[in-house]
């Protein structure tokens, strides 16, 4: 009898356990994916970040250009009067 009882009280504490480590690992499955989705919308701004980057360095570079050509006109313009 008092065998029984151990059975029935290790039983109980094994379903507990068993219940505590489901919550620990449901609690990380939704932690888990809440990362994801941060991760996913982390890269989505660096990819559009990257693609603004891009855009004004060929804006700076245009500019750039124009700037160069215009200072050569201006230059010449100069030389002309003198």
Known sequence: MQSLKKDRVSV???SKQLAEKDEII????????SLSKQAGKHSEIIKKLRGKEKSLEKELNTTKTNLE???KVCSGHITHFH
Not at 26 to 33: P, Q, S
């Open 26 to 33: 449901e609690d990380l499955r939704v932690e888990g994916e």
């Open 12 to 14: 109980k504490d094994v």
């Open 69 to 71: 050509e215009k200072t």
